[in-house]
C-alpha cells in the first residue's frame, strides 16, 4: 500500500517537472529575441516544410470527409423531407468541428511527428549542441521558426480544409444526388455566421496549433539521444497531441456555445 | 611527475580546482584539479564510462559543476581569468566564440553539404561579405584537406572525412581552445595517422590549445605534452608521455598497457567458481 502511495507521488512529481520544464522551454521559445532580419528567412522555410507539404493530405482528407457527410447527412434528412437542409448540415459541422478537430489530427500525425523526428534526430547526432558550442542558440535557430511556422500555418490549413471540404459535399450532395443547387448554397448562407462558425474555428486551429507544435518541439528538443529515445517521442507527439485536442475541443465548444 | 600549478595564469588556460560532479547519485569527479597548459596538447585519458567526456562539457560550460571552479584564461582575460560556470547565456556565447569542440560523431548539419557546414559559424557571427566568407570557408578546408569536397553532402562523407569537416568547421572562428571528444575512435589506422598529425600540425601552426578525450594511448601520447588520467573520479595518474610509460602504480600501469587484469577486474564480482559450478 506504502509503495503505491510512493510510487504515486513519485509519478506526480515526475509529472509536475516535466510540465515546468515545457513551461519555461515555451517561454523560452516565445520571448528569445528574435534576430528579425534572418529569423525571416528560417521561418518562409520552415512555412514551406510545415505547412506547403501538409497540403495533400488535408485536402485529400477534407475532399472525402465533405464527400462523406453529405452522403450521410443526406441519407439522414432524406426521411425527413429536409434533404434542402444538406448545405447548412454540412457547412456548420465543418467550420464549427470537423476542420479544426481533423485538420489538427492530421497536422499532428503529419507534420508533428516529422518535427518531433528532426529535431529530435538533431540531438541524437549532437548538431545541436554543435550548434551551442559554436554560440549559436538552437531555440532561436531551430525551434522558433518551427514553432512559429506550426502556428501560423494550422489555421490556414483549416481555412483550405472548410472549403475543399464544403465543395467535395456540393460535388456529392448536389451534382450526384440531386440536392438543389440554389437551396444548397443559400441554405448555408443563411445559417453559418461569420463570427460564429467560420472564425470560431479557426481561433480553435490557432489554439490546436499551438498545443501540437509546443507538444512536438518539446518532445524532440528533450528527447532521450538514441533510437528507441526517438521513437518514443515521435509516438507521445501523436497521443499527447490527440488528447489535448479532443480535451481542448470539448472546452472551448463549451466556451462558444455559452454553455459553460 | 605533476606539472607544476604556477601561479602565473598567463601560461595556463584552463584551471579546475576541487571540481565536484554528480549525476543523480553516482559520482563522476569528487574533489578533481587539473590545469591546461595555454599553447600545449593535453590528453584526458582513463577508461570507459569514467566521465572524460562529461570533463569536456563542463570546460566548455554545457554542465554546471555541483562545486568547485573553472576558470578559462582566454588572451583577453590572460590575468583575471573567467569562471566559465558562472556566466549567464550571453557572456557564455560571447566565451565559446573562443572555444570549439569537435564532437565524437562529428555532429555536421546532415541537410548542408560541407561548404555550408564549414561558414556556417562565420555567417552567424561576422558580417562579412559572401566572397570573403568563401575564401576563409576554403582555407579552413584546404588546412585539412578536403577543399575539393565543399560542394559534397554531409551525408555522403565517409567518417574520416566528416571528422575532419567538423575539424575545419570548428576552426572557422580562430578558436583560442579547441575540445577534441574521441578523435579517433573508429577510424582505419590511416584517417587515425591523418587525425594525429593535423591536430598536431594544427595546434602548433595557429598557436591553439588543445584538449583531448581519448582512451587510444599510443595515438594520443605520440603528441600529447601532457596526459591526466581519470579513473573512478579522480585523477590516478599525470605527467608527460614518457613519465607515464614509466609509471609504476598498478592503475596506471594497467591502463597504459592495456593489460586485461589488474586494479579493473577482468571477471565481474562472483560467488567461488568450483562451488557454483558443483553445487
Known sequence: ?260 | MPMPISSASSDTFVKVTNLCFKREERVIFDNVSLRIARNKITAIMGPSGTGKTTLLRLISGQLKPNSGDIIVYPLEAKESGIPIHRLNRRKLYQLRKKISMLFQSGALFTNLNVYENVVFPLREHARLPEDMLRDIALMKLEAVGLRGAHHLMASQLSGGMARRVAMARALALDPELMLYDEPFTGQDPIIMGVLVQLIKRLNYALGLTSVIVSHDVAETASIADYIYLISNGKIIGEGTPEALFAEQSPAVNQFIHGLPDGVVPFHYPAKDYAEELFS
Open chain 1, 1 to 260: 500500500m506504502l509503495s503505491a502511495v510512493q510510487q504515486f507521488g513519485q509519478f506526480g512529481l515526475t509529472f509536475s517537472r516535466k510540465v515546468g520544464i515545457s513551461g519555461i522551454f515555451l517561454f523560452n521559445v516565445l520571448f528569445r529575441r528574435p534576430k528579425l532580419q534572418r529569423s525571416f528567412p528560417l521561418l518562409i522555410e520552415q512555412l514551406y516544410f510545415i505547412g506547403v507539404f501538409s497540403l495533400i493530405i488535408i485536402m485529400l482528407s477534407a475532399l472525402f470527409i465533405g464527400m462523406v457527410v453529405s452522403l450521410q447527412g443526406h441519407n439522414t434528412l432524406q426521411r425527413f423531407g429536409a434533404d434542402q437542409e444538406l448545405g447548412e448540415l454540412l457547412a456548420l459541422s465543418v467550420t464549427r468541428e470537423l476542420a479544426p478537430v481533423i485538420t489538427a489530427l492530421l497536422f499532428a500525425g503529419r507534420a508533428g511527428t516529422s518535427l518531433t523526428a528532426e529535431i529530435g534526430l538533431m540531438r541524437a547526432t549532437d548538431q545541436l549542441d554543435s550548434m551551442e558550442m559554436m554560440a549559436v542558440d538552437p531555440l532561436w535557430r531551430i525551434i522558433s521558426p518551427r514553432f512559429w511556422a506550426g502556428l501560423i500555418s494550422a489555421p490556414i490549413l483549416t481555412l483550405i480544409f472548410d472549403m475543399v471540404a464544403i465543395y467535395g459535399g456540393y460535388l456529392v450532395g448536389v451534382k450526384w444526388l440531386g440536392v438543389d443547387s440554389g437551396s444548397f448554397w443559400s441554405n448555408m448562407q443563411a445559417s453559418v455566421g461569420f463570427y460564429d462558425d467560420v472564425i470560431n474555428g479557426v481561433i480553435k486551429s490557432l489554439v490546436f496549433g499551438f498545443v501540437v507544435t509546443w507538444i512536438a518541439v518539446y518532445q524532440g528538443y528533450y528527447t532521450a539521444p538514441n533510437a528507441m529515445g526517438i521513437g518514443r517521442a515521435t509516438t507521445k507527439t501523436v497521443v499527447y497531441s490527440s488528447l489535448a485536442i479532443l480535451a481542448l475541443d470539448f472546452m472551448l465548444t463549451s466556451v462558444m456555445l455559452k454553455n459553460w
